[in-house]
Nanobody, 120 residues
Protein backbone atom coordinates (compact mmCIF):
# COMPACT_ATOMS: atom_id res chain seq x y z
CA UNK A 1 0.00 0.00 0.00
CA UNK A 2 1.22 3.48 -0.88
CA UNK A 3 0.35 6.66 0.97
CA UNK A 4 0.72 10.09 -0.60
CA UNK A 5 0.89 13.18 1.58
CA UNK A 6 0.63 16.59 -0.04
CA UNK A 7 1.75 19.86 1.50
CA UNK A 8 2.43 23.43 0.47
CA UNK A 9 -1.02 24.70 -0.40
CA UNK A 10 -2.40 27.97 0.88
CA UNK A 11 -3.66 31.43 0.05
CA UNK A 12 -1.63 33.61 -2.31
CA UNK A 13 -2.24 36.77 -4.26
CA UNK A 14 -2.51 36.79 -8.03
CA UNK A 15 0.98 36.72 -9.54
CA UNK A 16 2.44 34.94 -6.56
CA UNK A 17 4.08 31.54 -6.23
CA UNK A 18 3.62 28.34 -4.29
CA UNK A 19 5.44 25.03 -4.26
CA UNK A 20 3.49 21.86 -3.60
CA UNK A 21 5.16 18.72 -2.33
CA UNK A 22 3.93 15.15 -2.30
CA UNK A 23 5.78 12.54 -0.27
CA UNK A 24 5.16 8.89 -1.04
CA UNK A 25 5.58 5.92 1.25
CA UNK A 26 6.85 2.57 0.10
CA UNK A 27 9.46 1.50 -2.37
CA UNK A 28 7.84 1.89 -5.78
CA UNK A 29 8.12 5.66 -6.15
CA UNK A 30 11.14 5.57 -8.45
CA UNK A 31 9.31 3.12 -10.73
CA UNK A 32 6.09 5.10 -10.87
CA UNK A 33 4.72 7.89 -12.99
CA UNK A 34 3.63 10.82 -10.85
CA UNK A 35 1.07 13.50 -11.52
CA UNK A 36 -0.64 16.56 -10.11
CA UNK A 37 -4.35 17.02 -10.73
CA UNK A 38 -6.72 19.72 -9.58
CA UNK A 39 -10.43 20.09 -9.01
CA UNK A 40 -12.23 23.39 -8.73
CA UNK A 41 -15.76 23.62 -7.27
CA UNK A 42 -18.33 22.37 -9.75
CA UNK A 43 -15.71 21.14 -12.19
CA UNK A 44 -14.18 17.80 -13.05
CA UNK A 45 -10.75 16.82 -11.84
CA UNK A 46 -8.16 17.67 -14.46
CA UNK A 47 -4.53 16.85 -15.09
CA UNK A 48 -2.16 19.72 -14.34
CA UNK A 49 1.18 18.02 -14.97
CA UNK A 50 2.77 14.63 -14.86
CA UNK A 51 6.27 13.20 -14.92
CA UNK A 52 7.37 9.74 -15.91
CA UNK A 53 9.78 7.62 -13.96
CA UNK A 54 12.34 8.60 -16.57
CA UNK A 55 11.80 12.29 -15.93
CA UNK A 56 9.75 13.29 -18.97
CA UNK A 57 7.07 15.83 -18.13
CA UNK A 58 3.79 16.92 -19.62
CA UNK A 59 1.64 19.96 -18.83
CA UNK A 60 -1.88 21.18 -19.33
CA UNK A 61 -1.97 24.07 -21.79
CA UNK A 62 -3.36 26.36 -19.09
CA UNK A 63 -0.22 26.05 -16.94
CA UNK A 64 2.55 25.73 -19.52
CA UNK A 65 5.33 28.21 -18.86
CA UNK A 66 4.09 28.89 -15.32
CA UNK A 67 4.22 25.53 -13.52
CA UNK A 68 7.10 23.07 -13.24
CA UNK A 69 6.85 19.49 -12.06
CA UNK A 70 9.92 17.71 -10.71
CA UNK A 71 10.77 14.65 -8.68
CA UNK A 72 13.43 13.57 -6.21
CA UNK A 73 13.62 9.80 -6.17
CA UNK A 74 15.99 9.83 -3.19
CA UNK A 75 13.31 11.56 -1.15
CA UNK A 76 10.29 9.79 -2.68
CA UNK A 77 8.87 13.24 -3.38
CA UNK A 78 7.31 15.00 -6.33
CA UNK A 79 7.00 18.77 -6.50
CA UNK A 80 4.90 21.29 -8.35
CA UNK A 81 6.37 24.78 -8.55
CA UNK A 82 3.60 27.21 -9.41
CA UNK A 83 4.52 30.71 -10.54
CA UNK A 84 2.47 33.61 -11.87
CA UNK A 85 -0.61 32.20 -10.20
CA UNK A 86 -4.02 33.30 -11.38
CA UNK A 87 -7.42 33.21 -9.65
CA UNK A 88 -8.47 30.47 -12.07
CA UNK A 89 -5.75 28.25 -10.57
CA UNK A 90 -7.80 28.08 -7.39
CA UNK A 91 -8.62 24.43 -6.70
CA UNK A 92 -7.84 21.43 -4.56
CA UNK A 93 -4.63 19.91 -5.89
CA UNK A 94 -4.15 16.16 -5.74
CA UNK A 95 -1.03 14.06 -6.09
CA UNK A 96 -1.30 10.83 -8.07
CA UNK A 97 0.94 7.80 -8.41
CA UNK A 98 0.58 5.26 -11.20
CA UNK A 99 2.56 2.03 -11.27
CA UNK A 100 2.26 -1.05 -13.44
CA UNK A 101 3.80 -4.20 -12.00
CA UNK A 102 5.46 -7.09 -13.87
CA UNK A 103 2.07 -8.80 -14.38
CA UNK A 104 0.65 -5.71 -16.06
CA UNK A 105 -1.60 -4.82 -13.17
CA UNK A 106 -2.01 -1.06 -12.74
CA UNK A 107 -1.88 0.56 -9.31
CA UNK A 108 -3.37 4.04 -8.94
CA UNK A 109 -3.04 6.01 -5.71
CA UNK A 110 -4.25 9.48 -4.68
CA UNK A 111 -3.33 11.89 -1.96
CA UNK A 112 -5.87 13.66 0.22
CA UNK A 113 -5.52 16.96 -1.60
CA UNK A 114 -4.27 20.40 -0.67
CA UNK A 115 -6.19 23.62 -1.19
CA UNK A 116 -4.70 26.39 -3.32
CA UNK A 117 -6.52 29.70 -3.31
CA UNK A 118 -5.42 32.61 -5.47
CA UNK A 119 -6.95 35.97 -4.67
CA UNK A 120 -7.35 38.69 -7.29
Amino acid sequence: QVQLVESGGGLVQSGGSLRLSCAASGSIFRLANMGWYRQAPGRQRELVADITRGGSSNYADSVKGRFTISRDNAKNTVYLQMNSLKPEDTAVYYCNLKFRDYTGRMFDYWGQGTQVTVSS
